[in-house]
T-cell receptor, first 111, second 112 residues
């Protein structure tokens, strides 16, 4: 049972490039989330989804897009990468009214 | 605006003592409060959840209290061990998908 799997683990981008952060869960959870964590800070919610085909903005959605075509996958898209998007990105999933399970993150640097 | 504060960025205690971490919040009506542990280079791991109508929750050496009048939660680790050294995150849950709002964390170091 893999839980929540995030790929890649590390990535360096140039300003203006785009990329997709992948997230997969094998627990059949309805809810999925994307957070970012800056050094010494707590996690901030970017986007979340309550099920396939349904997504909604969190606290810091600007510069990101998501899609959820299946229960298992919840990719996060960065368009026109900016230095302010240098961060660690965490994906999480949860069953209804249950605690969230987190992946181990993608460490992204934009230079 | 909503705000969550964890009382200190770092806490050092001696092995065997009880560690107490504090989480305060303002302008928030959470459905429930959760505590997570985060080790370097890893994602947060769930520890305990306490609902707004509960005062205290225990799990082995861990205890959480939740005072909605004071808008405060206390997280205790009794008989602390060096293996308990980590960053502990407080998170408030609300919304249709129980989205989490996190504090910035307290880095606990248990000294042998």
């Amino acid at each position: 049972n893999a839980g929540v799997t995030q790929t890649p683990k590390f990535r360096i981008l140039k300003i203006g490039q785009s990329m997709t952060l992948q997230c997969a869960q094998d627990m059949n959870h309805n809810y999925m989330y994307w957070y970012r964590q800056d050094p010494g800070m707590g996690l901030k919610l970017i986007y979340y989804s309550v099920g396939a085909g349904i997504t909604d903005k969190g606290e810091v959605p600007n510069g990101y897009n998501v899609s959820r075509s299946t229960t298992e996958y919840f990719p996060l898209r960065l368009e026109l990468a900016a230095p302010s998007q240098t961060s660690v990105y965490f994906c999480a999933s949860a069953a209804v009214n249950q605690p969230q399970h987190f992946g181990d993150g993608t460490r992204l640097s934009i230079l | 605006s909503q705000k969550i504060e964890q009382n200190s960025e770092a806490l050092n205690i001696q092995e065997g003592k009880t560690a107490t971490l504090t989480c305060n919040y303002t302008n928030y009506s959470p459905a429930y409060l959760q505590w997570y542990r985060q080790d370097p280079g890893r994602g947060p791991v769930f520890l305990l959840l306490i609902r707004e109508n509960e005062k205290e929750k225990r799990k082995e050496r861990l205890k959480v209290t939740f005072d909605t009048t004071l808008k405060q939660s206390l997280f205790h680790i009794t008989a602390s061990q060096p293996a308990d050294s980590a960053t502990y995150l407080c998170a408030l849950s609300s919304g249709s998908a129980r989205q989490l709002t996190f504090g910035s964390g307290t880095q606990l170091t248990v000294l042998p």
